[in-house]
Nanobody, 127 residues
Framework: QVQLGESGGGSVQAGGSLRLSCAAS????????MGWFRQAPGKEREGVAT???????????DYADSVKGRFTISRDNAKKTLYLQMNSLKPEDTAMYYC?????????????????WGQGTQVTVSS
């Protein structure tokens, strides 16, 4: 089992920035893809960003079109922590943000492909 815990959410004005963190614990050995997802009230959970690190320690990332150029996903494997730097935030970015881990290689923004989930951290962007 892998436990995930998000932090860093909060309330900001449009145009502001936040950095989310996700600390992993438990059985974190092996190959994992990691991702950030969000869910706004009344909407389905959607993929925001995903990252996969190769055995050669090269990171590959992918993003939802709605956040490309504004959000950056990164990971510190030594600290077992995943990050999401969010810049130029918009009111439509308001949602509960979740980190997730998948026991698989490759990139995916599909929630059903992830095995482990955190409890979420709320991000609210006001206009």
């Amino acid at each position: 089992q892998v436990q995930l815990g998000e932090s860093g959410g909060g309330s900001v004005q449009a145009g502001g920035s936040l950095r989310l963190s996700c600390a992993a614990s438990g059985n974190t050995g092996g190959t994992y893809s990691m991702g950030w997802f969000r869910q706004a009230p009344g909407k389905e959970r959607e993929g925001v960003a995903t990252i996969f690190t190769t055995t050669g320690s090269i990171d590959y990332a992918d993003y939802a079109d709605s956040v490309k150029g504004r959000f950056t996903i990164s990971r510190d494997n030594a600290k077992k922590t995943l990050y999401l730097q969010m810049n130029s935030l918009k009111p439509e970015d308001t949602a509960m943000y979740y980190c997730a881990a998948a026991r698989r290689a490759g990139l995916s923004l599909v929630p059903s492909q992830y095995n482990y989930w955190g409890q979420g951290t709320q991000v609210t962007v006001s206009s």
